[in-house]
């Protein structure tokens, strides 16, 4: 019998991980001191890991849920058996409540559906918190800042975090019959999944109602950020100037995101986290 290489690993090799996803968070990585550096960058793989399996087409549904209902287990399991060991470890050490990847495993586990649908705008904001809320509360201890005073921050930087990538991602989601935008919202606007390709001029009105939103969600972000945390989340608030960028560099070019992916350089990166190392605000 073939083993299912979507199980968790016995170990994570966290920096090779990081090093081949290309992510938008790694700059914010190298803000960090070395150890949390390294926390992080375990909490990274777990994630991309679980995100991997609920979007790894090339494998069967049931060697992904074969894989998600490993994780879960893992996370019920008292003493995480069954986990990999570094995130075993990080977890006690970091006092990680199981829970926070408990939830992010029910966001992974909703896009294994055929045909991903939010129903209201709670479904969606539901979904959101469960794939990046989760995350950013998990990221609080390792940047060693207050977790009860900076939750509601974690949790609504989440979300915008959340809602830029469902822009960013509009068409290679709806290429796997996945439409994140909620269905009460499209239908008072005249837009359908069915619809939702052709009016292109009720889809790009949408489509900047929902940036424009999304902005503010970083903006009351900003405001949630508690004074005496403001040095442990340096790199919370860079990741949070990477996705302000992005968002804008897509709403200057009208939202093309039907046409084309929008990415940031290298050089924008770079100039970003200059920035706000020089700044005090947003």
């Not at 979507?6 to 990081?18: F, Y």
């Not at 129903?119 to 918190?129: I, S």
């Not at 990538?165 to 290429?175: E, F, G, H, P, Y």
Request: glycine share 2%.
């Amino acid at each position: 019998m073939t083993m299912n290489p979507l199980l968790p690993p016995s170990h994570l090799e966290a920096q090779k991980i990081l090093q081949t996803s290309k992510s938008n968070f790694a700059p914010a990585f190298r803000l960090l001191a070395p150890a949390a550096r390294e926390d992080l960058a375990i909490l990274y793989a777990v994630c991309r890991l679980v995100d991997d399996v609920a979007d790894n087409e090339s494998f069967d549904l049931s060697s992904r849920r074969e894989a998600l209902d490993a994780w879960r287990k893992g996370f019920l399991h008292p003493e995480g058996y069954g986990l990999p060991d570094n995130l075993r470890e990080l977890m006690l050490r970091r006092a990680m409540p199981s829970a926070y990847f408990l939830e992010l495993l029910e966001g992974a586990t909703t896009d294994l559906a055929a045909c991903v649908r939010m129903p209201t705008r709670a479904d969606l904001n539901h979904y959101c918190y469960c794939v990046a809320g989760t995350v950013g509360l998990l990221c609080l201890p390792i940047f060693e800042a207050d977790s009860i005073r900076c939750s509601e921050y974690a949790k609504t930087l989440g979300r915008a975090l959340q809602f830029t990538n469902i822009l960013r991602d509009t068409a290679s989601d709806l290429r796997r019959d996945r439409l994140y935008f909620s269905l009460d919202e499209l239908a008072k606007d005249e837009l359908t999944p069915e619809n939702f390709l052709s009016e292109h001029a009720l889809r790009q009105r949408y489509l900047e109602q929902f940036a424009k939103e999304t902005e503010n969600l970083f903006t009351k972000a900003a405001s949630l950020l508690p004074a005496e945390d403001r040095h442990a989340l340096q790199a919370a608030r860079v990741m949070a100037a990477l996705y302000i960028r992005l968002l804008r560099k897509m709403r200057r070019d009208k939202l093309r995101v039907m046409e084309k992916r929008y990415r940031l350089t290298t050089a924008e990166k770079l100039r970003i986290v200059a920035a706000e190392l020089l700044s005090n605000h947003y």
